[in-house]
């Protein structure tokens, strides 16, 4: 089975732009969940999709969305960028139950300057 | 609120060497615990997890860790390690029922081998 994965592998913004990640889950799977990574926070939990659905969410400014579509493919967006958006964001899926192993993608690292 | 201390942020060892990484865990509940390994550039790798069970579980890569539940601790050990075992290494917890179920990480330990 084909990984987690995610596009754009890298990008680079300026501030006040918007973004859109993508992020495709294992085959079988339809959770969906996204991770921001950053040196001094560390690994913070953003959203979790399932069945089109967010079904939890992280503390996160509203500026931060995403979606899920039909086939558990997942989107996230950041609006109005700022320079401490700039991290390494992770998407990571499971099957469905809590509990079950989440299985990373390589992250999309985001530069905003 | 559940929380993940690594209480080693940076840890170097010679190649061959025995390795402990801590991990102490705050959760209500049994926990599902877990240790990912991140190297540069990376996404996360599943090394081994706890659900239930028997408390000494086996990962890849030869790494096993311990789950002690009066010491609320989930170390990850390996016997002798090899030069590409470097990069950090993030325990995590899974909290939460149901719909509110996510993962909650330790700021991670890098580790540094020595040839």
């Not at chain 1, 931060?64 to 967006?77: A, D, K, T």
């Not at chain 2, 550039?41 to 539940?69: M, N, P």
Request: charge should be positive; include cysteine.
């Amino acid at each position: 089975k084909a990984g987690v994965t995610q596009t754009p592998r890298y990008l680079i913004k300026t501030r006040g732009q918007q973004v859109t990640l993508s992020c495709s889950p294992i085959s079988g799977h339809r959770s969906v969940s996204w991770y921001q990574q950053t040196p001094g926070q560390g690994l913070q939990f953003l959203f979790e999709y399932f069945s089109e659905t967010q079904r939890n969410k992280g503390n996160f400014p509203g500026r931060f969305s995403g979606r899920q579509f039909s086939n558990s493919r997942s989107e996230m967006n950041v609006s109005t960028l700022e320079l401490g958006d700039s991290a390494l964001y992770l998407c990571a899926s499971s099957s469905s139950q809590p509990g079950e192993t989440q299985y990373f993608g390589p992250g999309t690292r985001l530069l905003v300057l | 609120a559940q929380s993940v201390t690594q209480p080693d942020i940076h840890i170097t060892v010679s190649e061959g060497a025995s390795l402990e990484l801590r991990c102490n865990y705050s959760y209500g509940a049994t926990p599902y615990l877990f240790w990912y390994v991140q190297s540069p550039g990376q996404g996360l790798q599943l090394l081994l997890k706890y659900f239930s069970g028997d408390t000494l579980v086996q990962g890849i890569k030869g790494f096993e860790a311990e789950f002690k539940r009066s010491q609320s601790s989930f170390n990850l050990r390996k016997p002798s390690v090899h030069w590409s075992d470097a990069a950090e290494y993030f325990c995590a917890v899974g909290d939460g029922g149901g719909s509110n179920y996510k993962l909650t990480f330790g700021k991670g330990t890098l580790l540094t081998v020595n040839p």
